[in-house]
């Protein structure tokens, strides 16, 4: 387990320099917003393009891929249904952004040290990159590019609303980067190298503007969302790895060594780009900062516990 702690060891201390420079006001707010903006519009689809693009694609149709994605779904509807229940209908904003906090798994800075050390093998985490960068985010964010529209009186039309989720640099750079994989192109180290020197950038800004909104913001745990935060929070790392292993366990009978892989997948914490994603449209922010926060301190045993268990 020590690859998988030196991961969270390794995310931590970049957080805690955004935290720092924010202390002692080397960085504000405005620049936590240009960090925010810099990783979203230019190196986050830089990055995920050079990942796709060179991924091992054979777990890509495995049966982990169809329990990884009813895992999320059924996690989704959960999340979806309590807030009904706890919180009324909510906006459809806030709502999407709440389910991704529950659902949304970092498989990438955190989930691929976890792959390396505990499943033997990171190509574990292309289906869920897979599910999460091709189909969950653009569909929540072609939702929020909706509701955003709403709010400021624009109307959409019916080809604006089925191509919104490729007008998103995220989803375009995904594309991409699969597209390139699976025709087997060859792109030149002349185009490569500058593309992956700039996704090089992605995860730092995103942590040290998570560090510097940790250090501007209210206290984890503290404000309005306190009661929505703990609603998504043990749906993240209980009740979605709980679904895995009931599925492939029970209903897809996968070996020891999938249903582990599927298990671990899912109990890995709530991704750092929702805080990306929540800050590009200004909805739920310190919701999706908290449920980053909690879940990846909370993720920790019980990934422990699953992968000694499943052993």
């Known amino acids: 387990m020590q690859a998988a702690l030196s991961g969270y060891l390794t995310i931590w201390s970049v957080i805690g320099v955004g935290w720092l420079v924010a202390h002692f006001r080397v960085l504000n707010e405005q620049h936590r917003r240009m960090l925010s903006r810099l990783a979203f519009t230019i190196a986050s689809p830089a990055l995920l393009f050079t990942l ?4 091992d694609l054979s777990h890509l149709f495995s049966g982990t891929l169809v329990v990884s994605a009813l895992a999320i779904v059924l996690g989704g509807l959960c999340y979806l249904l309590a807030a009904r229940v706890l919180f009324g209908r909510g906006d459809l904003a806030g709502r999407v952004v709440g389910t991704l906090c529950s659902i949304y798994t970092n498989a990438g800075n955190l989930g691929l040290p976890v792959a390396a050390y505990v499943l033997g093998d990171m190509t574990w985490m292309a289906p869920i990159m897979l599910i999460q960068v091709g189909v969950l985010q653009p569909a929540a964010m072609a939702l929020l590019d909706l509701a955003a529209a709403r709010t400021e009186g624009r109307r959409l039309s019916w080809s604006r609303y089925l191509t919104l989720p ?11 980067g699969l597209a390139v994989n699976a025709a087997h192109l060859g792109v030149p180290d002349l185009v490569w190298q500058p593309i992956s020197m700039v996704g090089q950038l992605a995860v730092p800004a995103m942590l040290i503007a998570f560090g510097i909104s940790l250090r501007l913001d209210p206290l984890p745990g503290r404000g309005p969302h306190a009661r929505e935060l703990a609603l998504v929070t043990p749906i993240k790392v209980l009740l979605h790895p709980a679904i895995a292993f009931a599925l492939g366990a029970w209903v897809f009978h996968l070996r020891l060594p999938d249903l582990l892989a599927v298990t ?5 914490p709530t991704a750092q780009n929702i805080y990306l994603i929540a800050s590009r449209y200004h909805v739920r922010t310190l919701l999706a900062r908290d449920a980053i926060f909690v879940s990846t301190l909370a993720s920790i045993p019980v990934i422990v516990a699953a992968s000694t268990w499943l052993r």
């Open 52 to 55: 796709v693009a060179r991924a």
């Open 166 to 176: 490729f007008r998103n640099p995220i989803t375009v750079g995904t594309l991409l």
């Open 264 to 268: 671990v997948i899912a109990a890995l």
